[in-house]
């Protein structure tokens, strides 16, 4: 009873879990490793123990045995056996086909290519850290050892990307090849229903006229679909360079901004630099000013006054000394 309650509950959730994310029928496709990897978190029988192999089987054999919700390889001695979970709780999983068999293959290489790559950027940081402190200490044939371990492992981590990069790029192109399927079994669904309302209209004009409708809707939803097939991802440059050219202006805005803040900055400290004189000493500076110029002006009239008394009496004592000659 514990056994069977256990498998009931972690197929429950392993099930909820993969139809609130299924997408196409290559998402319901996996090998034991792939599913124990996906749904690990998900299915583990306790918060230590992740879900082993033993787990897996009886998992299975519960899924499709009890459930009926998912179809399996194992039963053809297949090394890596396929497992094809249903689409629905209350769908029945197809018969798993070879290009069943390929996908899992893919998806299970995928996960090893993954597994691998962790484990060689794992081993390329250990080695540098290693080449690091040979270095600290003087070890160059210590030193030389390092570089060249890191260098191969590089070298092969770079292979294992590219094969990851490749084995990915097949899996997305058979998910879309996948989806174009379901697309053209939905339009012929489509097409029959329109094609039985066609059939109860009365009338040779109103079933031209659904009929003309019904060829123009497949025609658009056929040229929807190839658009789809042939949408293109690639970036557009001039747009790249054009917002590149408005972020750039943003920029130099900012900067001409921070200038004139700047700016206003320095000329207020320069005016608290700036001495100054107290109201009281400033008035007594303007009085003695204008004494000072009242003064200057009273010699200057004074002068032009002597010199003028002084002409006088010149001319004077001239006139006398005439009178006497005379």
Known sequence: MTLTSHAQESSSKLLAAIHDNHGTSPSLIYSPATLTHVFASILSTNS???????????????????????????????????????????????????????IATLQ?????????????????????????????SSNRPLALTYLRARKAASATLLTREASLHQTRGVLDSIDDAATNVEMVKAMEAGAGVLADLNARIGGAEGAQKVMDAAREGVAEAEEISGAIGELDTEVDEDEVEAEMAALERQEVEKVKE???????????????MLPSVPTGELAAMEKSAVAEKVLIKKLSDMSLDMEERASSHTERQKEAVAMESA
Do not use: F, W, Y
Request: net charge positive; glycine share 2%; aromatic share 0%.
């Open 108 to 136: 299970t290489l995928s996960l090893t290519l993954t597994t691998s790559i962790a484990a060689l950027e794992a081993r390329i940081a250990s080695l540098t850290t290693s080449l690091n402190a040979a270095l600290t």
């Open 258 to 272: 921070k200038d004139r803040v700047d700016q206003a900055e320095r000329s207020k400290v320069l005016e608290g």
């Open 48 to 102: 230590s123990r992740p879900l082993s192999q033993v787990d897996m089987v009886v998992l299975l054999q519960h899924l499709v045995r009890d459930k009926n919700l998912a179809a399996t390889s194992m039963a053809s001695k297949d090394s890596n056996p396929t497992i094809k979970l249903a689409a629905s709780p209350t769908a029945t999983p197809p018969a798993i086909t070879a290009q069943d068999q390929t």
